[in-house]
């Protein structure tokens, strides 16, 4: 270990964390009080910053990169590839005589040209109109990054349309919060300027010996494994969630930790989970943007760290077949500047007005935009996750609890609601405390649960920017409190009108509330009389991204224009049957390469065997049955192959509109992945492992041992 690893270890953890972080402290400190408060009045009130400050900005941030071993800066973004992307620029300018000095200007710290053809667009640039810009974003801070000075910034088209998740996000804050703000000054707060979103994100994940996944394509193409046999024990047990953490991954843990903290992420939590090798990350809340940035940043660490402990971590939503997935539960809430939770019930929500009706616009939202939140989850890898066990069901649903299902329920009814006194458990040994018990118990398989002062939205694929689904959470909820606002401003009566309101929606919308088992066969068939949606792929799901209530929506709110709502829709569907012909094509590859030549070895050696046996008199029952049964196997292999080949060769010809091709994949190339990867899994089964070549589900989820960190 080198000198200064060995410091940055000992370096205690409020010193260590954000020391990587152009932060307000560090801004305090190294800017003019000028232009300091000029920033801030361009963070809080939203004003342009003026180039000449921006020049003292970017002089003292590149001098405080520099001091911090920085060579290079760049715009850091968030396009539509799922991915950040960065292009980087060394600080050394030309001077006379050959030697350099190190400079950086106010408008390379506002601006950047990346080429904007390269990325998708949803048809919004051509390959010949290369020009997009990105645009710094001063909510979010720079942050260093392998010596390189990372700018969070917005990345548009040469025209303005929005070529990524960041700007759409950012508006989406923007409604809210001039929403909720109106709603505020009904109840007579003067004092708040600002209302903000906050998110959690809860990250689960993978990690698996990287020995293990060099010899798996599957995984390396695709990111999940496109057939195998699940080991004799997996997470049956239920031994592995929570429980110790084994050294090799307790040493990546703690470096993951000191990684993210240097960059100013508040991690928290950390545990294993569900299934063998699973195990999850989870932070403090911050801003949803800033927690956003986070997130991204904390999947690529995990990915960076477990590669220097000769591990691979996946972030792939069902990785292995029969398996718990991955998934992200953002918790979401509603804040004001001054440090109000406007989702917090206090001690007697039933008489908590203002709450009631953030908590009826959030209710009314879900329900009336339940498929557009539905879409904000969809991709090729989450299909495979949602509805299983590990994860809520695709029929949007909102678990409020025990408490705040009475207080519903009494305004429904108009009646009152008497609030029962608080309980306290009592464990049964008595050197134990009594401790209260919280008002709603937790339900797992709720995909919208309301858990003490936030919303937990449990449908997000682990491998997702958390960026989609609060684009639409901020819209739909910032929708409904400008319709209540609009009613309420007008009305001669507030406190009347209030009532009406409350009792009136929550009538018309209490069919989205579900507190029992979300995974029963029973819940899907009252919500189908309920009617509420269940759009099990990702292929039903899009649609709604694009109809008229959609559009409408959007462009009300101002978060997307029309034009931008069918890029992202044609963007989201291309990735989808690009998945899904990737795997295709991987496994078409696995099988010619290496399977169908593991099966026919072992049928010869079967053969020959039988053949001795019989040739020297001796009955050969048992080989007889196993080459009948290898037989079998390996002609459901090749026939599977040769469907799996011809579709593949239809699906790169067939002419039709996007939506089509993509359902194309689903219908059919999807079923023949799964059909003949199957027809694998039941050879490996039986096939001994002399000839077989990719690592088993066994050898996959506990290649990691007890083995201290190499």
């Known amino acids: 270990m080198s000198?200064?690893?060995?410091?940055?270890?000992?370096?205690?953890?409020?010193?260590?964390?954000?020391s990587n972080v152009f932060n307000d402290e560090v801004?305090?400190?190294?800017?003019?009080?000028?232009?300091?408060?000029?920033?801030?009045?361009?963070?809080?009130?939203?004003?342009?910053?003026?180039?000449?400050?921006?020049?003292?900005?970017?002089?003292?941030?590149?001098?405080?990169?520099?001091?911090?071993?920085?060579?290079?800066?760049?715009h850091w973004f968030q396009p539509m590839t799922g991915v950040t992307a960065e292009k980087h620029d060394s600080f050394i300018s030309p001077e006379p005589g050959g030697s350099v000095i190190m400079e950086f200007s106010g408008k390379e710290l506002v601006k950047g040209e990346p080429d904007a053809s390269s990325f998708p667009s949803g048809g919004l640039r051509a390959t010949f109109e290369a020009r997009g810009y990105t645009d710094w974003d001063p909510t979010s801070y720079a942050f260093i990054k392998d010596d390189t000075l990372c700018i969070p910034t917005a990345f548009c088209s040469y025209s303005g349309e929005a070529l990524d998740k960041k700007t759409p996000l950012l508006r989406s804050m923007q409604a809210l919060d001039k929403e909720a703000t109106r709603i505020l000054r009904l109840f007579g707060d003067t004092e708040s300027k600002r209302v903000i979103t906050t998110v959690g994100p809860e990250q689960e994940y993978?990690?698996?010996?990287?020995?293990?996944?060099?010899?798996?394509?599957?995984?390396?193409?695709?990111?999940?494994?496109?057939?195998?046999?699940?080991?004799p024990k997996g997470q049956e047990m239920e031994d592995h969630y929570f429980g110790t953490i084994k050294p090799r991954v307790s040493a990546y843990m703690k470096e993951l930790d000191r990684e993210l903290w240097k960059l100013g992420v508040n991690a928290k939590t950390k545990h294993n989970e569900v299934a063998p090798a699973q195990h999850e990350l989870a932070p403090v809340f911050s801003t949803t943007n800033i927690a956003t940035d986070h997130n991204q940043l904390t999947m690529e660490l995990m990915k960076t760290v477990a590669g220097r402990h000769h591990m691979v971590c996946l972030l792939h939503e069902k990785p292995f077949a029969g398996v718990n997935g991955s998934g992200k539960h953002n918790?979401?809430?509603?804040?004001?500047?001054?440090?109000?939770?406007?989702?917090?019930?206090?001690?007697?929500?039933?008489?908590?007005?203002?709450?009631?009706?953030?908590?009826?616009?959030?209710i009314k939202a879900v329900d009336e935009y339940q498929e557009l939140l539905r879409t904000s989850v969809a991709s090729a890898g989450n299909d495979h996750r949602l509805g299983a066990n590990e994860a809520p069901p695709a029929i949007l649903s909102i678990f409020l609890g025990d408490e705040l299902s009475a207080i519903v329920d009494a305004i429904i009814a108009g009646t009152d609601y008497t609030d029962k006194q608080k309980k306290l458990i009592s464990i049964g040994a008595t050197v134990l405390p009594h401790i209260p018990a919280d008002t709603t118990d937790r339900n797992r398989t709720s995909p919208f649960a309301f858990t003490g002062n936030k919303f937990e939205f449990r449908s997000i694929g682990s491998t997702a920017s958390i960026?989609?689904?609060?684009?639409v959470l901020n819209t739909i909820v910032a929708e409904e409190l400008s319709r209540f606002a609009d009613e309420l401003e007008k009305a001669d009566d507030f406190d009347n009108a209030l009532t009406t309101l409350i009792q009136r929606e929550l009538t018309a919308h209490q069919r989205i509330i579900f507190n029992g088992n979300g995974y029963s066969e029973e819940w899907v068939k009252?919500?189908?009389?309920?009617?509420?949606?269940?759009?099990?792929?990702?292929v039903d799901a899009l649609p709604s991204f694009i109809d008229e209530k959609s559009i409408a929506l959007f462009t009300k709110q101002n978060v997307f224009s029309e034009t931008e709502l069918h890029a992202r829709y044609e963007i989201l569907l291309e990735n989808y049957y690009k998945t899904i012909d990737i795997e295709a094509h991987t496994l078409i590859a696995m099988t010619k390469k290496n399977v169908m030549h593991a099966a026919t070895t072992y049928e010869s050696s079967l053969a020959d065997a039988l053949l001795k046996k019989k040739e020297a008199g001796v009955p050969a029952k048992v080989e007889e049955s196993l080459l009948e049964n290898a037989g079998e196997i390996t002609e459901s292999i090749y026939t599977g192959l040769l469907k799996l080949e011809d579709d593949a060769e239809k699906a790169e010809h067939l002419d039709a509109d996007i939506l089509e091709l993509?359902?194309?994949?689903?219908?059919?190339?999807?079923?023949?992945?799964?059909?003949?990867?199957?027809?694998?899994?039941k050879l490996e089964e039986v096939i001994p492992s002399e000839y077989w070549r990719y690592p088993t589900y066994a050898e996959m989820l506990f290649s990691i041992g007890e083995e201290a960190a190499r």
Request: proline content about 4%; overall charge positive; hydrophobic content about 35%.
């Open 3 to 18: 000198k200064s690893k060995e410091k940055e270890q000992k370096t205690p953890v409020p010193e260590l964390f954000g």
């Open 27 to 74: 801004m305090r400190e190294r800017l003019p009080k000028d232009v300091y408060k000029a920033l801030h009045k361009t963070i809080d009130e939203g004003m342009h910053l003026q180039m000449d400050l921006a020049n003292v900005l970017a002089e003292a941030m590149k001098n405080w990169a520099v001091e911090k071993g920085a060579t290079h800066f760049t």
């Open 206 to 231: 993978f990690l698996i010996d990287e020995d293990v996944y060099k010899r798996r394509p599957d995984l390396i193409y695709t990111g999940r494994t496109l057939f195998g046999k699940k080991p």
């Open 331 to 362: 918790n979401w809430s509603i804040s004001t500047d001054r440090g109000q939770n406007l989702l917090e019930p206090g001690k007697t929500p039933s008489q908590n007005a203002q709450f009631l009706l953030f908590l009826t616009a959030v």
């Open 467 to 471: 960026a989609s689904c609060n684009i």
């Open 526 to 538: 009252e919500a189908e009389k309920r009617g509420l949606a269940n759009l099990k792929t990702t």
């Open 662 to 681: 993509a359902r194309f994949r689903k219908d059919v190339l999807l079923q023949d992945i799964d059909t003949l990867g199957a027809s694998i899994s």
